[in-house]
């Protein structure tokens, strides 16, 4: 965990107020709506269908039990009792009053919580491995340079403007948990020839309208120098990014438009002007931040404990255990993946009182951490083996252990037409039908691991591009159709699904995925050939033809 | 429209001159890049200082051999959501050195000085009145700063840093 220390919470304390401010002159009329505007979505604040919508920073994905039940407060005494777990990291609220606003953010950040560029054209949440810390293998915990950059990038005075929304994503292990290739930058830590360690740098990714995936614009960058790059990177995009069209504003257009090697001479051309700007991270400057990560008191266990043995015999806990468990580098230790979404359920979504007992949980059993991923799942990062069968009772007294991580019905959707004014049409009840169809936990298995991600209209909030399949909301006449693709992936080897043909109505999304599904079964090689796989083999054509032949 | 210079309400000593207008016999003047990009010579020869108008959108390299003679930058917000002046800005005082007035121009607001004031700016064509009289409040809003600029502020980890250098040094 990262501890705030004064210097930190002066600065979100000194932001609270001046959003106070802020809202007062909207509310007086003393600012205009256009004005207000841009100064809400800086602190998180959206005006959506319904209501205000409230965005919260969890930077990099870790979280405190304080925290967490901070969160718990926040839902229960200004929104509808539950909060909304999203793709980013964050966590959203649906129904806060504006008035109410400057009073959430103050309880928040006197638990080191804040909202600050949630959203708007800045430099967005940090986001990175929700395993970061605890994942066999990986190079160094990529916290510390998610840190070190949240901090360089938070309110800065020539980044606060920019073209567009910028997003950067870390990733310093093998397989890529971040998704960094589809961010405006994605960075991979690894150690060159020498044993150095820092980055492979990658730029220009991103959903939407128009998708993209990251190209490498530098394979090395020393992590003392990461800084200077990143800030090179941002001047040339702030000056040269587009600004005429919102949606060819991204970085990702300039980097397509001048070619990703132009924009990398550009690039190292401002890089080499700049100079020693006090922007080079030496040794000490690096340990400081180190040192205020703290790590558990881990104690020696055994790799395999008494309990676990036990509990084998539980049909429903070594279910649960086979696909919820996962190797720590710690030995005796696991990382445990809480899965937000139960059987006909919003994907995300965690009521006040799982929050509250989840932070006693972490209290109990992970050393009062909690990480939050961007498949919308929560984890608890250091659970000793021991513990386990009696963390699985408590979890699934609260609903929070349904065994389907990486299934079929490990759904991801944004919030679609039952909360978004730019939707065309509803994410969350295609979610909530699929989870219902595939119910059956033993049929799951059987699938896999197959990634359905979900958006409600282009701008891809639920990465539909990149899942496994994909289902995008479109209106036609009036009406909710859903594009179907498949063969999407955000991990180290990602890739945009392609379209399998034409949209489909409403009514007939589950059947076609249902058919989809089947298809795959009857394709596949051998069991353990996993649906991208299959697609990869075979093409869209044999889904294709499975799903629209008797359409 | 009101002027904060030094953090005060001021009479702006320039005097706007449209292109194709006829420039005063003397007293600073402020004019289009292109007007005095046309013969800077003629304009800096004139009694009187001058300060030039620069695009957002505009190369800085026109304008980077004349700055040891010009007497004010005027760099252009055309809304608030634009912030390439803030690039411009900190590109003119750090790279190159530029230490006569900086000005923000179009849509300033308070909720920018802040920002405008650590990327470099000293001088602010402000929009609202209200927004000009609260220059010295706003200004006082925060204390701790992330980033190092060439505003000079110390950044929060040089202040973390040398607080615990002090602290093992006094040990
Ligand atoms: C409910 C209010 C929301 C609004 C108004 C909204 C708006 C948008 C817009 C306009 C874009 C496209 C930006 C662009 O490509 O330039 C976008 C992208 C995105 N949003 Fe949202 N969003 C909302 C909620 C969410 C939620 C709930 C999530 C997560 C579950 C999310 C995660 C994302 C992600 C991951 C992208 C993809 C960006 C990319 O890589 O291009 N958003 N959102
Ligand atoms: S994808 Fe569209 S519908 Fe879904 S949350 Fe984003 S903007 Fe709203």
């Known amino acids: ?551 | 429209m009101p002027l904060v210079k030094q953090g005060r309400l001021t009479t702006d000593l320039f005097v706007h001159v449209a292109d194709g207008a006829e420039l005063p016999g003397d007293g600073a003047v402020l004019v289009s890049a292109e007007r005095f990009l046309a013969d800077p010579e003629a304009l800096l020869r004139r009694p009187g200082k001058v300060g030039v108008i620069w695009p957002n959108n505009r190369n800085l390299d026109d304008l980077v051999p004349h700055l040891d003679r010009l007497a004010s930058i005027a760099l252009v917000f055309p809304t608030f959501r634009d912030g390439r002046a803030y690039s411009q800005a900190r590109l003119l005082r750090e790279r190159y050195g530029y230490d006569g007035e900086l000005r923000a121009t179009g849509q300033v607001l308070r909720d920018q000085f802040v920002f405008m004031t650590r990327a470099g700016f000293d001088a602010f064509e402000v929009k609202k009145d209200a927004d000009a009289d609260a220059f010295a409040a706003t200004m006082k809003r925060y204390s701790v700063f992330y980033q190092p600029t060439g505003d000079g502020r110390v950044t929060a980890l040089n202040r973390r840093m040398q607080l615990r250098h002090s602290e093992s040094a006094g040990q």
């Open chain 1, 1 to 551: 965990m990262y501890a705030y220390d004064e210097l930190d919470r002066t600065l979100i304390n000194e932001r609270v107020s001046e959003f106070r401010d802020q809202v007062q002159r909207r509310l007086s009329g003393e600012l205009t709506e256009d004005e207000f505007k841009i100064l809400r979505l800086q602190n998180g604040v959206y005006l959506q269908l319904h209501a205000y919508m409230f965005r919260v920073a969890i930077p990099y994905g870790t979280l405190s039990s304080k925290q967490l039940r901070r969160f718990a407060h926040v839902a229960r005494r200004y929104d509808r009792g539950y909060g909304h777990f999203t793709t980013r990291q964050n966590i959203q609220f649906n129904w806060i009053k504006l008035s109410e606003l400057p009073d959430a953010l103050a309880d928040l950040a006197e638990v080191g919580i804040h909202a600050m560029q949630t959203s708007g054209n800045n430099m967005r949440n940090v986001t990175s491995d929700q395993w970061a810390g605890v994942a066999p293998g990986e190079i160094e915990d990529p916290r510390i340079w998610s840190e070190l950059i949240r901090q360089h990038t938070t309110l800065h005075p020539e980044f606060s403007f920019l073209p567009r929304k910028f997003k950067i994503a870390i990733t310093a292990s093998e397989h890529d948990r971040a998704a960094i290739k589809i961010h405006d930058i994605g960075l991979r830590l690894h150690k060159n020839a020498d044993g150095e360690t820092g980055f492979e740098v990658l730029v220009g990714g991103g959903l939407g309208r128009t998708p993209f995936i990251a190209k490498t614009i530098k394979p090395f960058v020393p992590g003392r120098d990461i800084l200077s790059y990143i800030e090179a990177i941002l001047r040339v995009y702030n000056q040269y990014g587009r600004r005429d069209n919102i949606y060819k504003a991204r970085i990702k257009i300039l980097v397509h438009e001048l070619g990703i090697e132009k924009f990398a001479k550009e690039v190292d051309e401002e890089w080499k002007q700049m100079g020693d700007v006090g922007l080079t991270l030496d040794h000490a400057a690096i340990e400081e931040v180190r040192s205020r990560f703290s790590y558990p008191a881990y104690e020696k266990l055994p790799h395999m404990p008494d309990e676990l043995k036990q509990a084998a015999h539980d049909k429903l806990f070594e279910r649960w255990r086979k696909n919820s468990v996962f190797p720590h580098k710690v030995q005796g230790y696991s990382i445990v993946v809480l899965s937000l979404k139960p059987v006909g359920g919003p994907p995300g979504d965690a009521s006040a009182e799982q929050m509250d007992a989840l932070a006693d949980l972490a209290d109990k059993y992970s050393f009062g951490e909690i990480r939050v991923g961007h498949e919308q799942n929560l984890a608890l990062p250091h659970v000793a083996k021991r513990d386990l069968p009696a963390l699985f009772k408590a979890l699934d007294r609260l609903g929070l252990a349904t065994p389907n991580v990486n299934l079929v019905t490990d759904i991801i959707a944004c919030p679609g037409l039952d909360y978004c004014s730019l939707a065309n049409a509803r994410s969350i009840p295609v979610a909530q039908e699929l989870t219902r169809r595939f119910a059956n936990h033993d049929t799951a298995d059987l699938i896999g691991r197959l990634h359905i991600n979900i958006s409600g209209c282009i701008n891809a909030c639920g990465h539909h591009h990149v899942g496994h399949i994909g289902i995008l909301g479109v209106e036609k006449n009036g009406e909710e159709f859903y594009q179907i693709t498949i063969g999407g992936r955000a991990d180290e080897n990602a890739q945009m699904g392609t379209l399998i043909g034409p949209a489909v109505p409403y009514a007939e999304v589950a059947d076609v995925i249902e058919d989809i599904v089947e298809a795959y079964l009857a394709l596949r090689d051998r069991p353990e050939e996993l649906f991208v796989d299959t697609v990869k083999r075979l093409g869209v054509e044999p889904f294709r033809e499975r799903v629209y032949a008797t359409r």
